[in-house]
């Protein structure tokens, strides 16, 4: 028998710190507590997820499931009608031409030329979007990417999207970016001429006159200089000014330099050959 009080704490002490937190409550609580105690102790056992979380988040097969809309758990056509569904909401607050052009800026200066024009061929269907059809040829061009400039210029036309006389300045300019390729000069050309048709929205101001001469001049064309200069009238808004024979006198002496020094590259040759 234990007859000193501080040997029965001790003996007591012992045998509950071998006891867990609940039943602890449910033997040491007064009654009217047990109840409201005992379920703030389960709340407090059960608030160890997260830690077992952090402890278990290098375990394999503790990943998290995939999320349902995830592009692989879905199939192509469903992407693309979501896809289709969102752009065609995203056009629904695009109706106003000025909005469209702006909006399509923003996208191609983030490089999401994809997005841009997608939203430019909805829209196309109820909004003159001649000036984001330019941004998005204008935006080919600076990329180098020619030949699909010209194919953004062609579905421009099939979807009753009329080029202005800036969208011909666009092309013009880009190729002059590409002059030593005679496939672009050819194109450059056959474009000019068809601004000349009865059908077309546009006449070839000097403007266009000279972005085209430009071409040919950086592509030592000197027939077609002499071509499109015969032309030209001697007065009104398509006669040629100073920036006309500027450049067509560059481009022929930009050729006979090239030819000159064929010349002498010839000759030398055949001097090495002579004292061989």
């Known amino acids: 028998m234990l007859h000193c009080s501080a040997c029965i704490r001790t003996c007591i002490r012992t045998v509950f710190s071998r006891l867990s937190s609940t039943q602890l409550i449910l033997t040491s609580s007064p009654p009217h ?9 389960s ?24 999320f349902p ?8 056509a469903k ?17 106003d031409p000025v909005k469209l052009a702006d909006h399509t800026v923003t996208l191609l200066r983030e490089d999401q030329f994809e997005k841009a024009l997608d939203i430019v061929r ?5 909004v003159v979007s001649t000036v984001s059809w330019n941004h998005l040829i204008d935006y080919e061009m600076s990329k180098a990417r020619v030949p699909n400039a010209v194919k953004l210029y062609n579905e421009m036309k099939k979807r009753a999207q009329l080029p202005d006389a800036y969208t011909f300045t666009i092309l013009f300019r880009g190729f002059s970016w590409c002059p030593r390729n005679p496939q672009i ?3 450059a050309l056959s474009i000019y001429q068809s601004m000349f048709a009865e059908n077309s ?12 001469l430009k071409v040919c001049a950086l592509a030592h064309d000197v027939d077609a200089l002499l071509g499109i200069a015969a032309e030209l009238p001697t007065r009104g808004s398509g ?3 100073n920036l006309t024979f500027t450049t067509i006198l560059n481009g022929i002496q930009s050729k006979a330099i090239e030819e000159t020094n064929g010349q002498k590259a010839t000759s030398r040759g055949k001097v090495r050959e002579e004292t061989k």
């Open 79 to 95: 992407f693309e009608q979501d896809k289709k569904s969102k752009l065609a909401l995203e056009v629904r607050w695009l109706k």
């Open 69 to 76: 809309h995830d592009r692989t758990h879905i199939s192509d």
């Open 239 to 241: 006669a040629p000014n």
């Open 201 to 212: 929205p546009v006449r070839p101001s000097i403007i266009h006159t000279n972005a085209v």
């Open 122 to 126: 909805l829209a196309s269907r109820d």
């Open 33 to 41: 507590l047990l109840a409201s105690q005992a379920t703030r102790c």
């Open 185 to 187: 000069c050819s194109r």
């Open 43 to 66: 709340i407090w056992l059960r608030r160890g997820y997260a830690t077992e979380a952090y402890l278990t988040r290098h375990v394999p097969g503790s990943e998290p499931a995939p």
